[in-house]
């Protein structure tokens, strides 16, 4: 699961689906940038992290944090 998460964190929608994903054992992935849009340069960052999750075999069911360029 992607989670983008902004300058305030989480919203309270983000936090029930956070739970859920956790209860639900699913590999959430926490997007971090400081732009307002998405380059395609960023993307590719956050394809490459979550290749480099399922390679490993997802061991860490916990939150992965992407910091986007």
């Given at each position: 699961m992607i989670q983008v998460l902004d300058k305030k964190g989480l919203d309270d929608r983000q936090k029930?689906?956070?739970?859920?994903?956790?209860?639900?054992h699913v590999k959430i992935f926490h997007t971090v940038t400081t732009s307002e849009d998405v380059t395609r340069d960023q993307w590719v960052v956050l394809e490459e992290a979550m290749k480099d999750g399922y390679k490993k075999g997802c061991k860490s069911r916990y939150m992965a944090k992407i910091k986007l360029r």
């Open positions: 029930i689906e956070t739970e859920r994903a956790q209860k639900a």
